[in-house]
């Protein structure tokens, strides 16, 4: 029982320097065992050895840029009752949410068996999931990326003919691996464009901005220890402009500290409050 992947690495001739090629392979390998072993065993594995349950097998490659198939399979009965009952698509569409939240980027929308399955995971293992994989299963599945400065993209393969792009990364996305924090505070005019009512974790617009940003709540202001009042107004934001253009959107004013990269690229809002709380 698998299911199955490629990778696809930018080329200008077909071919792709073999250190950094099996070191991305590497990556995409350590990031897929990671999160489908969380979301089948309910825990983190601190360590991929060829005994566990749930291991990735090479397939054939292919002609493109440069790309190599894998497929995600599993060796336990009770792990693929549990894979059976979640389904592909929703576990790969929680790599793609796990992957993209670990480097601070837009994801695909979850189905509601992929937002069924996150929330029984639990906000704990979900952070736990994220800081595993910025540790190093990411770092490698950056190496083309930043020895060659090619794009690389994980794609889930739903047939021989269809293929949905579950992460895209560069040397941008490799930035975000080590943040810096910014404590100085800022006004910020945004809507909520996507919030984890679990993790308190999602994404706004800026004003006037075209791009979603990520936010979240720093450590001691953690989202659960919020004010019912205080959520309501995220939640309340984001459902009021659901389905309105963004120039009818409803904004709020916030406080907030920043996540930067070594460039001072902003990649992550930190709440500190609202303007009349």
Same mark, same amino acid.
């Given at each position: 029982?698998?299911?199955? =992947?490629?990778?696809?690495? /930018?080329?200008?001739?077909?071919?792709?320097?073999?250190?950094?090629?099996?070191?991305?392979?590497?990556?995409?390998?350590?990031?897929?065992?990671?999160?489908?072993?969380?979301?089948?065993? /309910?825990?983190?594995?601190?360590?991929?050895?060829? *005994?566990?349950?749930?291991?990735?097998?090479?397939?054939?490659? =292919?002609?493109?840029?440069?790309?190599?198939? =894998?497929?995600?399979?599993?060796?336990?009965?009770?792990? #693929?009752?549990?894979?059976?009952?979640?389904?592909?698509?929703?576990?790969?569409?929680?790599?793609?949410?796990?992957?993209?939240?670990?480097?601070?980027?837009?994801?695909?929308?979850?189905?509601? #068996?992929? /937002?069924?399955?996150? #929330?029984?995971?639990?906000?704990?293992? /979900?952070? *736990?999931?994220?800081?595993?994989?910025?540790?190093?299963?990411?770092?490698?599945?950056?190496?083309?990326?930043?020895?060659?400065?090619?794009?690389?993209?994980?794609?889930?393969?739903?047939?021989?003919?269809?293929?949905?792009?579950?992460?895209?990364?560069?040397?941008?996305? @490799?930035?975000?691996?080590?943040? #810096?924090?910014?404590? *100085?505070?800022?006004?910020?005019?945004?809507?909520?464009?996507?919030?984890?009512?679990?993790?308190?974790?999602?994404?706004?617009?800026?004003?006037?901005?075209?791009?979603?940003?990520? =936010?979240?709540?720093?450590?001691?202001? @953690?989202?659960? @220890?919020?004010?019912?009042?205080?959520?309501?107004?995220?939640?309340?934001?984001?459902?009021?402009?659901?389905?309105?253009?963004?120039?009818?959107?409803?904004?709020?004013?916030?406080?907030?500290?920043?996540?930067?990269?070594?460039?001072?690229?902003?990649?992550?809002?930190?709440?500190?409050?609202?303007?009349?709380?």
């Amino acid at each position: 029982m698998s299911i199955n =992947f490629d990778v696809v690495m /930018e080329s200008d001739d077909y071919s792709v320097d073999m250190n950094s090629g099996l070191e991305t392979l590497r990556g995409a390998s350590e990031a897929s065992r990671q999160i489908a072993t969380t979301i089948l065993e /309910e825990r983190v594995p601190q360590k991929l050895s060829s *005994e566990s349950k749930v291991r990735t097998n090479l397939r054939k490659t =292919f002609k493109g840029s440069f790309g190599q198939e =894998f497929s995600l399979d599993f060796y336990d009965e009770k792990i #693929k009752k549990r894979f059976r009952a979640i389904g592909k698509k929703a576990i790969a569409e929680l790599i793609s949410y796990f992957i993209n939240e670990a480097l601070f980027q837009e994801s695909l929308r979850l189905s509601k #068996k992929a /937002e069924s399955t996150l #929330k029984n995971l639990g906000k704990d293992l /979900e952070q *736990e999931l994220i800081k595993q994989l910025q540790k190093s299963s990411l770092d490698h599945l950056h190496s083309v990326s930043n020895n060659f400065n090619k794009d690389v993209k994980l794609r889930f393969r739903e047939s021989r003919v269809k293929q949905t792009t579950l992460a895209k990364v560069d040397r941008a996305t @490799h930035a975000t691996l080590k943040p #810096k924090t910014d404590r *100085e505070k800022l006004k910020i005019i945004a809507s909520i464009t996507r919030l984890n009512i679990n993790t308190g974790n999602g994404r706004l617009l800026i004003q006037d901005e075209d791009e979603t940003i990520a =936010f979240g709540f720093p450590a001691q202001k @953690h989202y659960r @220890h919020l004010q019912f009042s205080a959520k309501q107004k995220f939640s309340d934001n984001l459902h009021t402009n659901n389905g309105k253009p963004t120039d009818k959107w409803q904004t709020l004013t916030l406080t907030a500290h920043t996540q930067r990269t070594n460039s001072g690229h902003i990649i992550k809002y930190l709440i500190e409050g609202f303007d009349d709380a």
